[in-house]
């Protein structure tokens, strides 16, 4: 058992919570809680840590997972957990290496592009929202959150396992793929001509998504087939942007639903 | 200009920063920043505190405005203020007193009626997206998250401004009335029989929303004319709060609207 915070592993799991260019050059990333460790696919996990009371209380469920995990004491377990009150159990795994030729190889693609996303409770709330309005994949320019910081992770309540995904150096370059795949994209912007609604979304879609409070970035707004806008009352002058990706979402998926 | 911190008055902004139980007993809340304090209703508008910088630049603006602001240091504005970059402008605000009565004898009501929510910020998020979605007013059962807590109100982007609201002592009465007033309330519900989109909602439309983790009360559920689910694919087994909320009154602005 681990008993002391400068131990080197615990050093390491510290860099692996905070630092996104630890978890990037490991090629891993860390997911905290029992829901979040034991969903995750078992051949992605690379080590199982737990907390010496959660041992006790979970011997039986670790064991038959197949988990040989690393024990800290408690006190060791809270002071690299990145939560407030932490259930005990972390996990580190393999980042996911999906490719664009993958995500669009799909039948009737669904797709969102996000420009420069910012909030993490935000990304990761569009994944989940994602995986429920059965989005096929996710593309991120290379300046958005990093989807594999803790906040993020614990907010796609596992989508993070299941959503493809893929950062893009390039955006606009990959908006262009995804249009040579016969893909039509919609940019979400308020001077949209027609209403979300209005169109149809049966074949191939794809909505780019732009940064919380300034919106897309004019050239990534540009790549897109066409404009659609999210008719408003009040004087709201913008959504969230989890929330505009929702619409868009769930209007897909209501338009692809055989009722 | 007050330059302590140990000044009365800063005491008190402290308080109210904090407290829900200091902003009830004074009936009044905080508002942060050059546009919630401008786009406040004016009549409502108690006092204005703004920092010695502010003061220097935006002397004219508050002149136009009628504000006659009490001056902080920098220094005690940073101490009072509830963000991290402060603006240095605050103001307090009378809170707001609707009534069930004038948010149900609006012309085909509009209701979301929230069960227990406890997250600020997707309090705030409800409140910004149902102005945007046309919702008519917001019911909120007692023990729902303060609106005026400081991080609910910047969320809001001045929808709390305009968002009709109230907290009811006892919710389940209070959903009855909304039925006799003719109003179908809709509980979101994954026990729902029909999806949320096979329901007409032309007229008075309500729906229950429940809180993050638990979703709603058995015994406030019931209370609902119907239950309507989301459908969702994956693995995903609820939906956050104010994402549900989104889809729910996304689909009653899409019905309503002309195109």
């Known amino acids: 058992m681990i008993t002391s915070t400068s131990n080197q ?21 860390l997911a905290e809680g029992t829901r979040m460790v034991m969903e995750a696919p078992q051949k992605r996990v690379r080590k199982v840590y737990v907390s010496e009371s959660y041992m006790k209380k979970h011997e039986k469920e670790l064991e038959e997972k197949g988990f040989v995990p690393e024990i800290l004491s408690d006190t060791v377990f809270d002071y690299v957990s990145d939560t407030k009150t932490p259930q005990g159990i ?8 999906y490719t ?8 009737s693609p669904h797709i969102l592009v996000l420009d420069n996303l910012q909030d993490p409770g935000n990304a990761g709330t569009i994944f989940r929202t994602a995986e429920a309005a059965g989005v096929t994949g996710i593309l991120m320019s290379r300046d958005c959150v990093d989807i594999y910081n803790p906040k993020t992770i614990r907010s796609t309540m596992g989508a993070i396992y299941r959503m493809p995904f893929l950062y893009l150096d390039d955006v606009m370059a990959g908006i262009e793929t995804v249009k040579e795949h016969g893909v039509r994209v919609y940019a979400a912007h ?13 074949k191939g879609t794809a909505f780019l998504i732009g940064n919380e409070g300034n919106g897309l970035r004019k050239e990534v707004a540009e790549c897109a087939d066409a404009w659609v806008r999210i008719p408003m009352s009040g004087q709201v002058e913008s959504l969230n942007a989890a929330v505009a990706a929702t619409v868009l979402m769930f209007e897909v998926s209501r338009q692809r639903r055989v009722q």
């Open 90 to 97: 972390l996990a580190v795994i393999r980042q996911m290496d």
């Open 190 to 202: 308020l001077d949209g001509k027609n209403a979300y609604d209005q169109e149809d979304y049966q």
């Open 100 to 107: 664009l030729e993958e995500i669009l190889k799909q039948k």
């Open 9 to 29: 592993r615990v050093k390491e799991l510290l860099q692996l919570q905070k630092k996104s260019k630890a978890r990037n050059q490991a090629g891993v990333f």
